[in-house]
């Protein structure tokens, strides 16, 4: 018998939204207590300028100026997701392969653009640490760092995977949760081949419901994505965001966001520490933690009946229902959420 295929459009708001009312929601990555009221305030002031036409000069030109490149290498998107589609329609590529267990939309983007797509599977039992891909591999396609596993894979070993005659796609949607956002490639200019990073606003700035993210990639493929949108694809109250979360106030607030989510981490990693039964691999350094522990669905469902969500696992590629992944959080809401885990699991 083979295993199910992986429901790839399965996505962490089902936890919440199926009879979740109540719950403590520890199966969606976006930051609690967000947007910020500065940003409210911010997005509330367009609502004046809705009759006219978005016009995307002045964000445009923001995110560019946040990642030291020419606006011409910037493509604004409907969201992180919009850009998967548009690299699965423009892309021409042979052999396609996607590095999982990571986020499955840009798979069934490709999928549903009728692209044929080889996985490569990382191996827990070394950390997901990431290795090579078939030299054939002319479209490439991984997380950094990676959803569900929250490893942070190394700039110079992501960057090895450039070549030329091939298109790299590096989704950096989390990449702002890491303190100094080291590793990431988004400034990076100069490797062979076409190297494409994407970026989200969904997960710090609490924007999963106004869809805005961005493109930095060749200015030619760029172009190209952007012929590939429809007409006025952002919303001026989203083209707001983008300027204003790219501003060095704004830069600053994620970053101490990131350092106090660094130290919720590890105190959460302390915590599942003291259960035997709980497995963490490999080092996790964005806003989630992956876990493995036997009758996780049954954990899962016993956890919601205690107040908690959490994200099965077994929708990711290379995974399987004893995976979990939990979002991390302050650490009272930790402390509560460790007390309702050793509850579930003394009573199994």
Not at 66 to 79: D, F, I, K, N
Not at 305 to 327: H, K, M, N, Q, Y
């Amino acid at each position: 018998m083979t295993a199910p295929e992986p429901d790839l459009r399965h996505h962490g708001d089902a936890e919440v939204r199926a009879d979740g009312s109540g719950l403590v929601d520890l199966a969606v990555n976006v930051r609690t207590g967000t947007p910020p009221t500065w940003l409210r305030e911010r997005l509330a002031a367009t609502l004046g300028d809705l009759a006219a036409y978005p016009d995307q000069g002045a964000a445009r030109a923001a995110v560019a100026a946040r990642h030291r490149r020419p606006a011409a290498e910037v493509l604004l998107t409907s969201g992180a997701a919009e850009a998967f589609v548009l690299l699965a329609r423009v892309v021409t590529a042979r052999h396609i392969v996607v590095v999982h267990p990571q986020f499955t939309e840009p798979e069934a983007a490709l999928r549903d653009a009728g692209h044929q797509v080889h996985r490569v599977l990382l191996s827990p039992d070394d950390g997901f640490r990431l290795g090579s891909v078939p030299a054939e591999a002319d479209l490439v396609v991984l997380g950094n760092p990676t959803n569900p596993t929250s490893v942070l894979h190394p700039a110079d070993a992501v960057a090895a995977l450039a070549r030329p005659g091939r298109t790299l796609v590096v989704d950096e949607a989390f990449m702002d949760t890491v303190p100094g956002e080291r590793e990431s490639l988004a400034p990076v200019r100069d490797l062979p081949g076409q190297v494409v990073v994407l970026r989200s606003l969904t997960k710090t700035w609490g924007l999963a419901g106004l869809r805005i993210g961005y493109v930095l990639g060749p200015a030619p493929l760029i172009a190209a994505l952007g012929a590939a949108q429809p007409l006025w694809p952002v919303s001026t109250p989203a083209l707001a965001a983008a300027e204003a979360c790219s501003a060095p106030a704004a830069l600053a607030e994620a970053e101490q966001a990131a350092a106090d989510l660094a130290l919720w981490r590890e105190h959460l990693l302390k915590g599942l520490a003291g259960f035997p039964s709980v497995r963490v691999y490999g080092e996790p350094a964005a806003s989630f933690v992956l876990v493995r522990l036997p009758g996780a669905a049954v954990v899962r469902e016993r956890l919601r009946g205690r107040g908690f969500a959490v994200r099965r696992g077994d929708t990711f590629p290379g995974l399987g229902e004893e995976w979990l992944r939990i979002a991390v959080r302050d650490e009272a809401t930790t402390d509560r959420f460790l007390d309702a885990l050793a509850a579930v699991l003394g009573s199994a």
